[in-house]
T-cell receptor
Framework: NAGVTQTPKFQVLKTGQSMTLQCAQDMNHEYMSWYRQDPGMGLRLIHYSVGAGITDQGEVPNGYNVSRSTTEDFPLRLLSAAPSQTSVYFC???????????????FGNGTRLTVT | GENVEQHPSTLSVQEGDSAVIKCTYSDSASNYFPWYKQELGKRPQLIIDIRSNVGEKKDQRIAVTLNKTAKHFSLHITETQPEDSAVYFCAAPWGNQFYFGTGTSLTVIP
């Protein structure tokens, strides 16, 4: 099992550009989520999904879009990049989803994004 | 949403001493409390977790205690070693969302 795979590892964008961060998991997890990590602020939830076809907003959703067309994939789209979106982005999955009790998160290796 | 507070933000201990990190949460319905360790440049990884039907759980040198009445839970690391140096995060759920503490940077001095 590869676990949770994120691509790319690093990305530099100019202000206003758009891009998609990819996340895939091979554990048949129902639950997938995106976090951003900034110094001194811990991990903050951007968007999450409890199963294919279902997405919802987290704590800091503005400027980001997600979709969940398959159980395996959960891409994060930056619509118009801003310097405030410079951060490390982590995708995480869990077996808990619709109707199942919450369980531990499995994280990908992260994407370091810089917006200039 | 859930309000998770974590203290201290930094902690230095001598090798062999114990380290304790504490988190408080606000939602009395929260019932699952994980701890993650993140080494520099790496992803967070689960080290121990506890559900609300128990008060303590141990795994070798690591233990977590939970006080549901006071709404706090703590990570205890005994006989610390240099490889325990990392940032530790607590988390608590609010529905389907996990809220994380702001992290504790632990340094174990050889």
């Amino acid at each position: 099992n590869a676990g949770v795979t994120q691509t790319p590892k690093f990305q530099v964008l100019k202000t206003g550009q758009s891009m998609t961060l990819q996340c895939a998991q091979d554990m048949n997890h129902e639950y997938m989520s995106w976090y951003r990590q900034d110094p001194g602020m811990g991990l903050r939830l951007i968007h999450y999904s409890v199963g294919a076809g279902i997405t919802d907003q987290g704590e800091v959703p503005n400027g980001y879009n997600v979709s969940r067309s398959t159980t395996e994939d959960f891409p994060l789209r930056l619509l118009s990049a801003a310097p405030s979106q410079t951060s490390v982005y982590f995708c995480a999955s869990s077996y808990s989803g619709r109707g199942a009790r919450v369980g531990p998160l499995h994280f990908g290796n992260g994407t370091r994004l810089t917006v200039t | 949403g859930e309000n998770v507070e974590q203290h201290p933000s930094t902690l230095s201990v001598q090798e062999g001493d114990s380290a304790v990190i504490k988190c408080t949460y606000s939602d009395s319905a929260s019932n699952y409390f994980p701890w993650y360790k993140q080494e520099l440049g790496k992803r967070p990884q689960l080290i121990i977790d506890i559900r609300s039907n128990v008060g303590e759980k141990k795994d070798q040198r690591i233990a977590v205690t939970l006080n549901k009445t006071a709404k706090h839970f703590s990570l205890h690391i005994t006989e610390t070693q240099p490889e325990d140096s990392a940032v530790y995060f607590c988390a608590a759920p609010w529905g389907n969302q996990f809220y994380f503490g702001t992290g504790t940077s632990l340094t174990v001095i050889p």
